[in-house]
């Protein structure tokens, strides 16, 4: 049984930092790729960030510069640290695992359960 739990969401002011986690079972972590996304109130889910088995990294323009994704794979858990946030960033975070090299929407088939992110102004 494949389980995603993330971990590490809360409430920060405006230019603060938080670390995600995302802890994987059930699967051989290593040959996923693996990624976050994120739901605002009202919105639609949106890529946040990726990283491929190959530790390819890849960023939505909104937060290049300013979140950074690993991965340790002795661990098998994936993190998102959050610099610099923004009261935009306010959301609840999901991780997302796939058979493919990137994680999309479209073909992420693993989810977790979120995790809230709360950035005050």
């Known amino acids: 049984q494949v389980q995603l739990v993330e971990s590490g969401g809360g409430m920060v002011q405006t230019g603060g930092s938080l670390r995600l986690s995302c802890v994987v079972s059930?699967?051989?972590?290593?040959?996923?790729?693996m990624g976050w996304f994120r739901q605002a109130p009202g919105k639609e889910r949106e890529f946040v960030a990726a990283?491929?088995?190959?530790?390819?990294?890849y960023y939505a323009d909104n937060v290049k510069g300013r979140f950074t994704i690993s991965r340790d794979n002795a661990k098998n858990t994936v993190y998102l640290q959050m610099n610099d946030l923004k009261p935009e960033d306010t959301a609840v975070y999901y991780c997302?695992?796939?058979?493919?090299?990137?994680?999309?929407?479209?073909?992420?088939?693993?989810w977790g359960q979120g995790t809230q992110v709360t950035v005050s102004s």
């Open positions: 059930g699967y051989t972590f290593s040959s996923y790729g």
């Open positions: 990283i491929s088995w190959g530790m390819s990294t």
């Open positions: 997302a695992a796939t058979t493919l090299p990137k994680v999309s929407l479209r073909n992420a088939g693993y």
